[in-house]
Nanobody, 113 residues
Framework: QVQLVESGGGLVQPGGSLRLSCAASGTIFFSISDMGWYRQTPGKQRELVASITSGGSTNYADFVKGRFTISRTYSRDTVYLQMNSVEPEDTAVYYC??????WGRGTQVTVSS
């Protein structure tokens, strides 16, 4: 079993910053796993925000390029999403994913003044 626990969500004002964390545990070889952050709003499909391969290569959705940064710490089996210059449109539940298979329960991010 693989467990992914997201944290760091909350309420933030437009233009502000937030850092999400996802801690992985269980039967997972974190160092050779590809990780991703996705988000979903009511009535819409879950969409990719950013991903990072086992080797550290990153990929971003166009709507977050230049604002969000994905990173990982191998020693802690944790992946992060640094969110800067957030916009109301970034309001969503953010989910962590490993190898395209396993999901966390998500963390709510609300951008509002």
């Amino acid at each position: 079993q693989v467990q992914l626990v997201e944290s760091g969500g909350g309420l933030v004002q437009p233009g502000g910053s937030l850092r999400l964390s996802c801690a992985a545990s269980g039967t997972i070889f974190f160092s050779i796993s590809d990780m991703g952050w996705y988000r979903q709003t009511p009535g819409k499909q879950r969409e990719l925000v950013a991903s990072i391969t086992s080797g550290g290569s990153t990929n971003y959705a166009d709507f977050v390029k230049g604002r969000f940064t994905i990173s990982r710490t191998y020693s802690r089996d944790t992946v992060y999403l640094q969110m800067n210059s957030v916009e109301p449109e970034d309001t969503a539940v953010y989910y962590c994913n490993v190898n395209g298979r396993f999901w966390g329960r998500g963390t709510q991010v609300t951008v509002s003044s």
